[in-house]
């Protein structure tokens, strides 16, 4: 233990005894649960995916354009806002979703090409 520690009162507060300094976390127990979606110029895959709630979705950009991947709706984006995270990707991009805590269903598109078919999706979020 720090007996000198004892003696040297209040303004050794917060210094540690081994000089070691305290380790955050950086990796939250949520991030094993992380399902990937991709995006190509054949679209987004798989075109819904299911996950445990805390869980986050990683967006990759492997096509060869920009896409803004954006929470349903269009052009609020409201439904699932941990989804907004993932946003603009230029190609070879990649990004996550926030925790996705809420169960439910969260539908994504690409803002920057809402009505395509092809970059439309669903995240399942269940217990
Ligand atoms: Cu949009």
Known sequence: ?????????????????????????????????????????AGVSPRSIQIQAGGRVLFVNNDDGVHDMSSDDHPAHLECPELNQVGYL???QSRETGNLV???TCGFHDHLDAQNPGLLGTIIIVE
């Not at 081994?18 to 976390?25: C, F, K, W």
């Open 1 to 41: 233990m720090c007996a000198w520690k004892l003696t040297a009162g209040l303004v050794m507060l917060g210094v540690g005894c081994s000089g070691e300094s305290p380790v955050a976390p950086t990796v939250s127990p949520e991030t094993t649960a992380t399902n990937v979606v991709t995006i190509s110029a």
């Open 90 to 92: 230029s190609p070879g």
């Open 102 to 104: 809420a169960v439910q």
